[in-house]
């Protein structure tokens, strides 16, 4: 029994056992209801992930990097989630960690309650209802240190503060808000970071090899390689809006989704807009070969409840052959799966909407296509928001088979926004939100 485990309160959870340094132990609760179909599609299944605390966690990877976790206990772990060749196996990788904001007299904070915490690839295992944690590899620089999760660059990324917001911490240049993740032939790993934005190669072992960033970036002090190779239009990225989706196609290129449409020429354009961007990666020629737009639907018919268009994110991308992509747009209630196909006649690389002084920006336009825009066409395939027991916030999606989607949660490693979130002594209070992996049957199939 871990040492942290004692005395904690959980809102309907079970206390499991500690994680040993191999990180091998199966951690198992009680199994979830499976909900009732609604429409076409349905829940299959559902399992959760147990009480494992970060300290242990983290501290089992790289001894010494947490010394207080607050509380918290390993999650985030639903950025992203992709098969890992055995029935119910996958990869899942974390975000930057534990992170929310405090709002103090004239500005919003980021706070790292846990800086120590350092962004790690995890392979889990469903099994009836528990997710057990197989493996974890934590990225590193080429020496072997933790990268973090911190913020890179003063004034270009949100200044990172303690768990209170009083206490300013140091930037980083490794830090990586690591999202998409897929694995290659070889056994190596890519992943998408929200910070630079960047597409990231990582050895088997997670050690950086390269971190390819926008041209102009100059990140300066990394402990590994960074190479200047992606567009410099994603320069203007929205804050904490920088890559999150990422996919192998068949012949080994990558598809990388940003999160949000670019903030060009301005915030207000950004935050208005609905045209969001697609690229493609070739990692043999280790350079962008092809852009498309992407079109989300009105936020409110993404999610009913929702009238704020900045709320639309794509939070995952999965091939599905034949040059075939399956896109979710989502806000943190509700999420749309949709079917789009990459062609070269809608390629937007080096076109004048790569120009930052392009006036209008594409992201400006209220309709791009009779711009002479060739935005990616779509297909609804199921409507995640309408399907009883699909949680909120699924950043993660994974092709089972051709009738199943498995789905992950970000839990926020339990967090909420605001001074509540820990109590009196630094403890988390936390959220109650699990880290869940859903079935999902669709009918038809894709």
Not at 96 to 112: A, L, M
Not at 329 to 355: C, F, H, N, P, Y
Not at 377 to 403: S, T
Not at 424 to 437: F, H, K, P, W
């Amino acid at each position: 029994m871990s040492p942290y485990a004692a005395g904690r309160r959980r809102v309907h959870r079970s206390v499991a056992a500690g994680v040993p340094l191999a990180l091998l132990a199966a951690l198992a609760v009680a199994g979830t209801a499976v909900g009732a179909p609604s429409g076409d599609a349905r829940v299959t299944g559902s399992a959760t992930l147990g009480d494992i605390p970060l300290g242990t966690f983290s501290n089992g990877l790289l001894p010494g990097t947490v010394g207080d976790d607050r509380g918290v206990d390993l999650g985030g772990i639903g950025s992203d989630i992709y098969p890992a060749g055995r029935k119910g196996e996958f990869w899942t990788v974390t975000d930057r960690g534990p992170n929310g904001q405090i709002k103090v007299p004239g500005e919003k904070r980021r706070t790292f309650p846990v800086p120590g915490f350092d962004p790690a690839i995890v392979k889990i295992r469903v099994s009836g209802g528990s997710v057990q944690v197989l493996d974890a590899i934590p990225i590193t620089t080429s020496s072997g240190k933790p990268v973090t999760g911190l913020s890179n660059q003063k004034r270009r990324d949100e200044a990172p503060y303690s768990y209170d917001a009083k206490a300013p911490l140091s930037y980083n240049p490794n830090g990586l808000d690591t999202e998409g993740i897929v694995r290659a032939a070889d056994g190596s790993f890519w992943l998408v970071d929200e910070y630079g934005p960047s597409l990231i190669h990582v050895s088997a072992r997670g050690k950086v090899l390269t971190r390819y960033v926008p041209k102009g970036l100059t990140l300066t002090g990394a402990g590994y390689p960074v190479v200047e190779a992606l567009p410099a239009v994603l320069l203007h990225r929205k804050i904490n809006r920088g890559f999150e989706g990422l996919a192998q196609l068949p012949g080994g290129d990558l598809v990388i989704a940003v999160q949000s449409p670019l903030s060009l020429p301005d915030t207000d354009a950004g935050e208005a807009s609905l045209t969001a961007r697609l690229l493609r990666f070739s990692p043999k020629k280790r350079t962008v070969t092809a852009e498309y737009a992407y079109r989300f639907d009105p936020v409110n018919v993404v999610d009913p409840s929702e009238d704020d268009p900045s709320e639309l994110k794509i939070s995952s991308v999965v091939a599905v052959g034949r040059g075939r992509l399956l896109v979710e747009e989502r806000t943190d209630k509700a999420a749309r799966l949709q079917i789009v196909k990459l062609s070269r006649g809608a390629d937007i690389l080096g076109d004048k909407w790569d120009d930052d002084r392009t006036s209008p920006s594409l992201e400006q336009l209220d309709d791009p296509a009779a711009s002479g825009v060739p935005v990616l066409r779509k297909r609804l395939v199921v409507d995640l928001g309408a399907v009883k027991g699909v949680p909120g916030k699924i950043e993660g999606v994974a092709r089972v088979d051709h009738d199943t989607l498995a789905l992950i949660n970000d839990n926020d490693f339990g967090m909420t926004d605001g001074p509540e979130a820990f109590d009196a002594q630094g403890r988390l209070v936390d959220s109650g939100i699990e880290t869940t992996v859903t079935y999902v049957r669709l009918p038809r199939g894709i």
